[in-house]
């Protein structure tokens, strides 16, 4: 750890000089990446600058221990070292977690898609239900969620749903969410009791910027079409929806829910842009292969990742085995429980992968 530690140090001490250079000053795109990378290393730096000093005072303490005669002199440096030890142990603890990779995608907003999957009206009804709980984790948090395209189920409930979310770290705290989500009830139709299964896919997808994610535009053909479902008079009678499909992947977004085409389109491209970045990612770890998938943070839509069964009031996280019986909580939105744990399970295992010791 502390051979990363000292290069972390080296690092921050040649951006340190890199930020004041006239070029550096010159081009804005290069200065904030550097005054990023300044920010980032300095927290590590500083926690590492006490880290040193605190090795440097248990040394010259113990010193002073094995040369002092004095008892009551030797007492009080006794305590001074047990506190200096526990003020190491807890500065090591702290540096593991800052030495763990990072995301770079975790303070961004993000794509969320909801798909209801086999099940068919029941089915749908839980893609509505697994919506609603999204909503109100936002809420809670203080997000912005915005519907950018819906397709409605027959019965209720939703067949698919695209939203936007906006807000601090969004994507660092959904990315835990895409997957298969399972239910477990008795439908109304059920005339026997009996308890049926039915799933939903989640994607969330970080909402990529141009500069992330280059689409050459030739390849785009953009459709337009009048809005269905409510929104009003001028919704529905202008062709302000927009259907965006890329060629090269046959990726197909729609984006239905304001009145002005030209905003449409843009919140489809960004839809395009994180489905594409997604696609790219999934490529670049298969060729490299050195990122092994994590169970926790892989993100695919074919793991089953949680089961709600109504009947025992039970939620069941199939990623860590962790179980809670308070479903209704859990779907009023309190999922803070299942994320920090999801999180804690990520950081360890990549401490464990990353030979983060002390």
Known sequence: ??????????????????????????????????????????????VYETYRLTLENIRSTKALLEKEKDPEFREMAKLEWEELKDTKEELEEELKKMLIPKDPNDSKDCILEIRSGTGGDEAALFAGDLFRMYQKFCE????????LDLTFG????????????SGADVYGM????????RVQRVPATETQGRVHTW???????PEMEEVDVQIDMNDVRKDTYCSSGPG?????????????????????????????????????????RSRIYKIELA??????????????????????????????????????NKTVYN????????????????????????????????
């Not at 027959?154 to 979310?165: A, H, R």
């Not at 062709?239 to 090269?248: C, G, I, K």
């Not at 829910?257 to 919140?267: H, Y």
């Not at 779907?331 to 464990?352: D, Q, T």
């Open 174 to 181: 959904l990315k835990y969410e895409s997957g298969v989500h």
């Open 199 to 205: 799933a939903a896919t989640v994607a969330v997808l």
């Open 232 to 272: 009003g008079q001028s919704v529905n009678t202008t062709y302000s929806a927009v259907r965006l499909t890329h060629e090269p992947t046959g990726l197909v977004v729609t984006c239905q829910d304001q009145k002005s085409q030209i905003k449409n389109f843009e919140k489809a491209l960004k839809v395009l």
């Open 327 to 358: 479903l209704p909580e859990v779907m009023e939105g309190n999922i803070e429980e299942f994320i920090s744990a999801l999180r804690f399970a990520e950081n360890a295992e990549k401490m464990k992968d990353g030979g983060i010791e002390a």
């Open 283 to 320: 490529k670049r770890n298969e060729t490299v292969g050195a990122q092994r998938k994590s169970m926790v943070g892989s993100g695919d839509r074919s793991d089953k990742i949680r089961t709600y069964n109504y009947p025992q009031s039970r939620v069941t996280d199939h990623r860590i």
């Open 140 to 147: 809670k948090q203080n997000w912005n969620l915005t519907v």
């Open 1 to 46: 750890m502390l051979d990363k530690l000292e290069a972390i140090k080296e690092r921050f001490e040649e951006v340190s000089q890199l930020i004041i250079q006239p070029e550096a000053m010159s081009d804005m795109g290069k200065y904030t990446k550097l005054s990023k990378e300044y920010k980032d290393l300095e927290k590590v730096v500083a």
């Open 154 to 165: 027959t019965s209720g409930g939703y067949k698919e749903i695209i939203s936007s979310v």
